[in-house]
């Protein structure tokens, strides 16, 4: 891309953390991030696996943003075009439905951010909230800060599935399309990428359990009703089966497991 047609493109930023400030990109217009994306819940994927060989020179080969201390983002040190993704799942609330519903209402625009400055990492941090919609087609995930939609906003398709979210330019959210169809136990198991509707009300109980302030309730006190609700949500994901509700099985195991280990309640 030429300077002219840079200064022409879109121009984006991503807030960074260490160094505090901004990573600016522009967007490339009809353009995809090529790797699939799987949703274990705590995290969406698409791109090398930290366990896997290739993950080791895809980091030499890329720089951004690393997963231990925020969201992984990695742009291509050559291109600069975004070729990776690691987002967390947040636990701290939820999106207000209405702003939520506003983003979702905007067209998508298909293409990929490039970043312009290819020199040096940055750690983007992760968001605050989440919201799944109502048919249970979208998950929205957001800074705690973002608004309403309006004519400054940005609904960048970067995968068929996967959207960022750009307010005056500034990143502020995604949201991923038909999140049951990309539910997996770990990290780069294969998809489903199917639907399954009878799992929509399973995921958004889910959802609305291992969230605060139910997380605290978990941790501190070993609330017997949350524990109640998730051994149900257990046994209504293995009368489902398949491998979306495996997925969800198997988050729901490990919150049991990780807030009623020794639990001997009721």
């Known amino acids: 891309m030429t300077t002219s047609d840079r200064q022409s493109s879109k121009m984006v930023m991503f807030p960074t953390s260490q160094p505090e400030g901004s990573a600016l990109a522009h967007v490339e217009l009809d353009r995809a991030v090529a790797a699939v994306p799987s949703w274990s ?5 698409a791109g090398p696996l930290r366990s896997s060989p290739a993950y080791d020179q895809h980091v030499r080969d890329t720089v951004g943003s690393s997963y231990d201390w925020s969201d992984e983002i990695r742009f291509d040190k050559q291109t600069g075009r975004l070729v990776s993704f690691v987002l967390k799942m947040p636990e701290a609330g939820g999106v207000e439905p209405g702003i939520a519903r506003s983003w979702l209402d905007l067209p998508r625009h298909a293409g990929i951010p490039v970043l312009d400055n290819r020199e040096n990492g940055f750690h983007i941090d992760p968001f605050d909230l989440r919201w799944l919609s109502d048919d249970g087609g979208a998950l929205v995930v957001m800074n705690e800060n973002m608004p309403v ?7 960048l398709a970067i995968n068929n599935d996967v959207d960022l979210l750009f307010h005056h330019g500034r990143y502020g959210g995604w949201v991923l399309l038909s999140p049951v169809a990309h539910l997996v136990a770990a990290p780069g198991d294969k998809i489903s990428g199917a639907d399954e509707p009878r799992l929509h009300d399973l995921l958004r109980e889910y959802l609305e359990i291992v969230i605060e302030p139910h997380v605290a309730r978990m941790c501190c006190d070993e609330d017997a009703e949350m524990y109640r609700a998730l051994r149900a949500l257990c046994s209504r994901a293995r009368e489902i089966g398949g491998v979306p509700a495996l997925a ?12 009623y280990a020794g ?4």
């Open 41 to 45: 819940i705590q995290t969406l994927n």
């Open 263 to 266: 639990y001997s309640g009721q």
């Open 149 to 155: 939609a309006d004519s400054g906003s940005l609904r």
């Open 248 to 259: 969800l099985l198997s988050a729901a195991e490990r919150a049991l497991k990780i807030f």
